[in-house]
């Protein structure tokens, strides 16, 4: 019996190309996050996550590589922690069609930013070209706490836009914290996202 080569290398090869394409699945649907704007080996505080292992010698390969997509450019946690969510205060996922303020407290790091990402962790285009807001560039309310407006229409201050981003979620990030981030991640007081009906403004 004569072997066709030819078509015994097609079959060879379609095999070939179908298991890369299942082991590329699997491997992207280990590496994704865990829910909305969830961390590996989380730590939940209200609405928000934080992971333990970003940043940390206690990373296993696949959380190593996971904060290679997710982590962006994660620092120790001495250095930086980072907080994520993708829920608002009744739990629902943030999606742009809907309005939102974040409300807090001036944190206690040395510097600190808020940044909306969509939901594959590019920045939100938008035609004000404004990412994030910091501690830097925030007007702050007359008692201190700021207010930051999430919302696709034009508000007044403190505006960061989410375009037509559909799902999205946020990262906070706070340089140099005080400890009791670092130590306390799950009780430290952090800023709420709130959902809001009619005019965001």
């Given at each position: 019996?004569?072997?066709?080569w030819?078509?015994?290398?097609?079959?060879?090869?379609?095999?070939?190309?179908?298991?890369?394409a299942?082991?590329?699945?699997d491997?992207?649907r280990?590496?994704?996050?865990k829910?909305?704007?969830a961390?590996?080996?989380?730590i939940?505080n209200?609405?928000w996550?934080?992971?333990?292992?970003?940043?940390?010698?206690?990373?296993?390969?696949?959380?190593?590589?996971?904060?290679?997509i997710?982590?962006?450019?994660?620092?120790?946690?001495?250095?930086?922690?980072?907080y994520m969510?993708?829920t608002d205060?009744?739990?629902e996922?943030?999606?742009?069609?809907r309005?939102?303020?974040?409300?807090?407290?001036?944190?206690?790091?040395r510097?600190?930013?808020i940044?909306?990402?969509?939901?594959e962790?590019?920045?939100?285009?938008?035609?004000?070209?404004?990412?994030?807001f910091?501690?830097?560039?925030?007007?702050?309310?007359?008692?201190g706490r700021?207010?930051?407006?999430?919302?696709?229409?034009?508000?007044a201050r403190?505006?960061?836009?989410?375009?037509?981003?559909?799902?999205?979620?946020?990262?906070l990030?706070?340089?140099?914290?005080?400890?009791d981030?670092?130590?306390?991640p799950?009780?430290?007081?952090?800023?709420v996202?709130?959902?809001?009906?009619g005019?965001a403004?």
């Open positions: 019996m004569m072997i066709d030819g078509q015994w290398g097609l079959w060879l090869l379609a095999v070939l190309v179908l298991g890369l299942l082991g590329g699945a491997a992207w280990k590496l994704r996050p829910g909305q704007g961390a590996m080996d989380e939940r209200g609405q996550t934080t992971s333990l292992v970003t940043g940390s010698k206690a990373a296993d390969n696949l959380s190593r590589a996971r904060i290679a997710y982590g962006l450019l994660a620092l120790d946690r001495k250095e930086t922690v980072y969510t993708g205060d009744r739990g996922p943030l999606t742009s069609d309005d939102y303020v974040i409300e807090g407290q001036p944190l206690r790091a510097w600190w930013s940044t909306p990402y969509d939901m962790m590019f920045l939100i285009d938008n035609e004000e070209k404004r990412s994030s910091h501690m830097d560039n925030i007007e702050y309310e007359p008692d700021f207010r930051i407006l999430l919302s696709g229409r034009r508000q403190n505006w960061l836009p989410t375009g037509k981003a559909g799902p999205f979620c946020l990262t990030r706070l340089y140099n914290p005080d400890m981030y670092v130590n306390r799950g009780q430290v007081v952090l800023p996202v709130r959902r809001i009906e005019d403004a």
